[in-house]
């Protein structure tokens, strides 16, 4: 996600530029439809008439010709009657425009005609002044405005200011009646945050907005274009260019479908606008005044997870490891059954123990002297009470040091706030607590329970941040709340690892082998005769060595490989991997491994849709000091020399990838060669691939939303191997496929995958495993030393937020390794201070090393490539500009010159005439 973009709107200070894409999205009527609907009312008033030329129009697609020539014949005032008359949404869908409204936005600009923005905002209660685009109006546009929407064509109401035809549009470019709209609109790309969506960059009613666009962008104010269909290539020419960051989506339907799923991935991230009020189930779990000691029970039970016990006493230890978290508080309570025991454990209230089990939880209780059992009454023992306190100090240290953390970041990023700092910390100490408790509960129910029970708690920790901060009323507190959590991950610290990595696992094994603990059993027994099928992003994350969370993913896989659990992946699969390697190599080889756009990619900044978990890798790497080279790299990731030397990956390099991955215990196989396969199967692989691609369009499912590779954006390739998957799981549970058993046994298969998707299209059956779960569930029931235990659980933790789109690169570290290329960037700005002076000294209005410095320093090596190009085309425009007056001048000398021999030969006229007057009287008088 482009840092750019979430930096303006996180900031409450972007203006919104509003193009067609939402509201055609919406169904309000496009040009093409607007052209229809002219020429049909002209045909109707003028019947057997041609209009072959207006029809050339529309077929040509210069639709403001089509309203010039039907206004010049039937008049305006009933074109734009006609045109009123239509312009209504043809669908309920209110999305796009509603997620639009919740972002803090003091100002919206748009060229649309309709009224849709004002009309989502007063459903917020937020009070916005709708403006036209005359100078009255214009003069407001100042940076602190606030509350307003400016229609910058004006509306179909009156003709007054209305941009619709092709005069018009001459007109506003050029005309000098529009000089002081150009001057005011650039003034605006120039000074404020723009963040401009749903323009087509190749759009000809918008190409006066992209010039002044270009114009008025600046390298410390860039503009921000979400944009349907732009290459990566088109991406920089405009980034280096024009200081435009295009953030492009896929809309080959034209339907802008799309444009809605970036923006609600976009939102995750951006605290909403105070109007917009917490849910009330999320406000319950969050207002329920959690104790200090609230997350003891996740830490106490992850102490237990690494005994080499049988599945059975692994069970009843953490569940007695649970309930000794919570003796104090339940002898404060004078609690003194099983069942409110472990309610305040967090324990699901609708799971109920088997009478057996609640016996021996009971025993165990009484023989470890924690309890005494009288008259069906658990009485807690002083003895209880002293070890749980000794451990609860334990606990409270390592939450002491994180919370602590946690106050000196608020109190460093937001020094308005430093009253508040302590109140902000243990809102997010509680809100990261109650996710992954109840998160806890949710992925043990997904995977374990027998009953599809539906959650409204958010899955991602992005999201469910992003929801909590809505507990303020206060855009400030927001902001920090939802900041300052994400920086707990971005940013981390021991204290942080210790802290959450230790809890979040510790819930999660609790719930999975505790209230789910007969299926988890049963799914633990049956492991190493299960078929897990491993989808492309964890191939990914295992092999580009050291990005984030590939530690856990590495060292997760060898264990399970160690203990005979085998991991599959199908070509198809596997050939996402390679496109998504090979998309790296190509980066490197063709900018070199020192250059900007490696770390564009490896963050998934502009002209990059998404971030490369191998340049993240590779970034990574040298920071800890290694050879700043990329072949070093791969040597270290294949070992074979000379790796990656093509534009291509050839097939014994692929050969060499998988080997590297069956180290890791991942097996590639051909589904044609999968045993059990039959011809027929193609066709079904086929039909499937169509119902998923369906799915797709007719809904807002993301294929996968985790999908990191730059090529593979396109839902109509990605939907062949998900369709191979689904058939691979679906037979090998019949006992059609059988890789691991005999033909006609049934074999437990999993998709371990972040693609939802299709256990909707399986009728409801779960045919996927989401990644965290299965990362959870391994090492849970397969523990490793405890040694870096927390670290690896927080990794997984990491991988949550990388595949909701945030980067987690931090500027410090990329800074620390391409520091050499930062330093050149001042050197080379000096060689062109002469030349700055002259093109942009006026339009930046300080030294260029001021302007740089306003950036992050990452970004300096990108800004120096756009100075330059700036200069250049200003000295261009400026050299045009001489030659042009140099023109003027001498076409007015040559008029000049031509009015003079005009008058010198009038003069030269006059004066014989005056001769021959002359002589006529003086013949007279002679």
Not at 325 to 330: F, V
Not at 601 to 628: C, H, M, T
Request: aromatic share 10%; hydrophobic share 40%; proline share 3%.
């Amino acid at each position: 996600m482009d840092s750019f973009l979430l930096s303006y709107l996180c900031s409450g200070k972007a203006w919104v530029f509003i193009g067609s894409g939402p509201s055609i999205q919406r169904g309000y009527p496009n040009w093409k439809h607007m052209a229809n609907i002219a020429l049909n009312t002209l045909q109707d008033i003028r019947p057997g008439q041609n209009f072959d030329n207006i029809k050339r129009y529309k077929e040509n697609f210069e639709y403001p010709k089509v309203f010039d020539e039907v206004s010049k014949i039937i008049g305006m005032p009933l074109l734009l009657q006609q045109l009123r008359f239509e312009l209504k949404p043809s669908t309920a869908e209110t999305k796009i425009y509603d997620l639009l409204c919740q972002w803090p936005v003091p100002v919206y600009l748009t060229t649309n005609y309709d009224d849709e923005i004002q009309n989502r905002l007063t459903a917020l209660r937020e009070s916005y002044i709708t403006y036209s685009n005359d100078e009255d109006h214009l003069n407001l546009l100042v940076p602190e405005f606030n509350g307003a929407i400016y229609k910058l064509h004006g509306d179909l109401r009156s003709e007054k200011g209305l941009i619709l035809t092709d005069t018009h549009y001459k007109e506003i470019m050029s005309s000098s009646d529009w000089e002081f709209w150009r001057t005011k609109m650039t003034s605006v790309f120039q000074m404020n945050r723009i963040v401009i969506v749903g323009y087509s960059l190749t759009d000809s009613h918008i190409q006066h907005i992209l010039r002044l666009a270009k114009k008025g962008a600046g390298v410390t104010l860039p503009i921000c274009w979400i944009a349907p269909d732009v290459t990566i290539e088109e991406s920089k020419k405009y980034l280096e260019e024009y200081r435009i960051r295009v953030i492009s989506y896929d809309n080959r339907d034209g339907q802008h479908q799309n444009l809605l799923r970036l923006l609600e991935s976009i939102s995750d991230f951006i605290p909403k606008r105070i109007s917009i009020t917490i849910r009330q189930s999320l406000d319950k779990l969050l207002q329920s005044n959690l104790p200090p000691t609230s997350a003891a029970p996740g830490f106490f039970v992850y102490n237990k997870l690494f005994a080499q016990d049988d599945f059975e006493d692994k069970r009843i230890k953490i569940i007695i490891a649970a309930i000794s978290s919570i003796l104090p508080r339940a002898k404060e309570r004078n609690l003194s059954t099983l069942k409110d025991f472990l309610a305040l454990t967090g324990w699901p209230e609708n799971n109920k123990l088997s009478s057996q089990l609640e016996k021996t939880i009971i025993s165990e209780l009484v023989n470890q002297n924690l309890c005494t059992f009288e008259d069906k009454c658990l009485l807690i023992t002083e003895k209880a009470i002293e070890n749980s306190h000794l451990q609860l100090s334990a606990f409270q240290h390592t939450r002491d040091r994180f919370l602590n953390s946690v106050i000196l970041r608020i109190k460093q990023k937001f020094p308005p706030l430093i009253e508040d700092a302590e109140r902000i910390a243990n809102d997010i100490d509680a809100s990261l607590v109650t996710f992954f408790k109840e998160g806890g509960v949710t992925l043990a129910s997904m995977l374990f329970s027998k009953n599809n029970d539906s959650t409204t708690l958010p899955l991602s920790i992005s999201k469910f941040i992003q929801e909590a901060s809505q507990k303020y009323n206060d855009i400030l507190l927001r902001q920090a709340f939802f900041s300052i959590s994400v920086e707990i991950f971005i940013r981390s610290t021991s204290a942080d690892h210790d802290y959450l990595g230790s809890i979040a696992q510790g819930f999660f094994a609790f719930h999975m082998l505790g209230a789910f603990g007969e299926v988890a059993k049963e799914r633990f027994l049956n492991a190493v005769n299960t078929v897990w099928l491993v989808d492309s992003s964890l191939q990914i994350y295992c092999l580009a060595l050291a990005s984030t969370s590939n530690t856990i993913f590495r060292e997760s896989f060898i264990h399970l490989k160690s203990m005979g659990i085998r991991l599959f992946s199908t070509n198809s699969l596997f050939e996402e991997t390679i496109e998504h390697l090979w998309f790296a190599n190509k980066i490197v080889r063709e900018n070199g491994a020192n250059s900007y756009y490696v770390i564009a990619a490896a963050r998934g900044d502009s002209p990059y849709r998404k971030s490369n978990v191998f340049l993240e890798g590779f970034i990574r790497w040298q920071s800890i000091g290694k050879i700043k080279d990329w072949d070093s790299y791969l040597f270290e990731l294949f070992q074979t020399p000379n790796f990656l030397q093509n534009s291509y990956i050839t097939d014994e390099e692929k050969i060499i990838i998988k080997k590297t991955l069956a180290n890791f215990g991942i097996e590639v196989q051909e589904i044609i060669d999968w045993p059990g396969f039959v011809p027929e199967d193609t066709q079904i692989i086929n039909d499937t691939k169509e119902k998923i691609i369906k799915k797709i369009l007719d809904s807002q499912h993301l294929i996968k939303n985790n999908s990191n590779s730059e090529v593979l954006s396109n839902p109509y390739d990605k939907a062949s191997p998900e369709a191979e998957a689904l058939l691979l799981v679906s037979k090998e549970r019949s006992g059609e496929y059988y890789i691991l058993s005999e033909i006609g046994q049934k074999t437990p298969c999993w998709f371990i995958s972040d693609t939802s998707m299709l256990n909707s299209i399986a009728s409801g059956l779960r045919i996927t495993w989401p990644t965290i779960s299965f990362l959870n569930f391994a090492n849970t029931l397969f523990p490793q030393q405890k040694d870096g235990s927390s670290e690896r659980s927080f990794e997984t933790l990491l991988f949550d937020l990388s595949r909701s789109g945030l980067n987690l690169l931090d500027d410090n570290l990329v800074d620390s390794v391409f520091s050499g290329i930062i330093d050149e960037t001042t050197i080379s700005l000096n060689e062109q201070r002469g030349i700055y002076e002259k093109t942009l000294s006026e339009k930046y209005g300080e030294d260029p090393e001021l302007v740089l410095n306003k950036l992050s320093s990452i970004y300096r090596p990108m800004a120096l490539i756009q100075l330059v190009k700036e200069m250049a085309e200003n000295a261009k425009e400026s050299e045009s500009l001489v030659k042009d007056q140099l023109q003027k001048s001498i076409l007015r000398e040559k008029q000049v010159e031509t009015e003079l021999r005009k008058v010198e030969k009038y003069r030269n006229r006059a004066l014989r005439k005056e001769n021959r007057t002359k002589m006529k009287k003086n013949k007279k008088k002679k």
